[in-house]
């Protein structure tokens, strides 16, 4: 990429059958959806795309097909995260080489009590940095349950090639961010927030340039981030406080599966299934979930109908 990335980079839920298999056909009409929702790059195989759920086979096989599809018509973002070190490295090669733009990771955990001290996470994050030429994107996140402080956060920035892209879902996060840019200063190149864009505005006083959210709604949230950016701080208030319902639902009741949810009811994939242990919506939230969908005219209850 020869500029910095900014804006909305919503990460892409992994479509299954009903019978519980991956649906690569279903996968690619969720990109086309994506690109025609006006993102500026898409997130593959994070934590919204279940990737706890999918074997390395399947990983492999929806890496390949996604990248190929997409064919550079927009930045694709490539999670990579695991405990184990080698993996990660593997990863970042394997997404690399098939047209990755960039990749995301999370600090190395597994469980609350299995997590490497600070020096452990700079050696993990410096792996992959060495194996690839391509940004990476820092999951802040709390369910990893390990504390990413400022501090740590600007030194993998400074030392590590590589590093430039953040992505902060902790609690006050806009505090975090604004920490973040004046300690690292140039170094921190782009400051992103995530959690479905629930803090959104905070976090751009804070200073962030863009929002990973879902795929629910990001051409409804994306004007947030361009008006702000635009100086137009007024407009960007009055589209966040449209958007909100829908970013409170899917946060607090829906989770991964709103988008899913909703592409379904539009076309764009045959299924929202979630594998075991995950269970659907319960018909009370699916109902308002529709319903505040309906109201914003979503691109995605309409995409593929």
């Keep these: 990429m020869q500029n910095p990335l900014t804006g909305i980079l919503p990460v892409a839920p992994t479509p299954f059958h009903a019978d519980g298999s991956i649906d690569p056909d279903g996968m690619c009409r969720v990109l086309d959806c994506m690109i025609d929702q006006g993102v500026d790059a898409i997130c593959l195989l994070a934590n919204y795309s279940e990737q706890f759920l999918l074997s390395d086979e399947e990983r492999a096989i929806l890496t390949k097909v996604s990248l190929e599809h997409v064919a550079g018509r927009v930045p694709v973002i490539v999670t990579i995260s695991h405990f184990a070190t080698d993996i990660v490295v593997y990863r970042a090669k394997e997404a690399q080489a098939l047209g990755a733009s960039m ?24 792996a992959v940095s060495d194996a690839v030429s391509i940004p990476i994107m820092v999951q802040d996140a709390p369910l990893s ?16 090639e590589n590093v ?15 920490a973040l ?59 966040w406080k ?22 379904m009811e539009g076309g764009v994939i045959g299924s929202d299934y979630v594998r075991h242990p995950l269970k659907p919506l319960s018909p009370r939230t699916k109902d308002r979930l529709m319903s505040l969908s309906r109201e914003l005219d979503l691109i995605a209850l309409s995409w593929g109908k």
């Design 103 to 126: 990749l995301m990771m999370m600090p190395p955990y597994h469980g609350i009590g299995l997590a490497p001290a600070e020096q452990g996470v700079l050696e993990h994050f410096a």
């Design 145 to 160: 349950g390990v504390t990413l402080s400022v501090p740590l956060l600007v030194r993998m920035a400074k030392e590590i």
């Design 164 to 178: 430039s892209y953040f992505k902060m879902e902790t609690p006050f996060a806009a505090d975090k961010l604004a």
């Design 181 to 239: 840019i004046e300690m690292g200063g140039e170094h921190i190149v782009g400051p992103f927030d995530g959690e479905e864009a629930v803090t959104l505005l905070a976090d751009l006083d804070a200073g962030c340039t863009g929002t990973m959210t879902s795929a629910l709604q990001p051409e409804k949230i994306r004007p947030i981030v361009t008006e702000y950016r635009a100086g137009n701080t007024d407009a960007a208030l009055e589209q």
């Design 242 to 263: 449209l958007c909100l319902p829908l970013i409170n639902h899917e946060n607090r009741q829906c989770g991964l599966r709103a988008a899913k949810t909703v592409m």
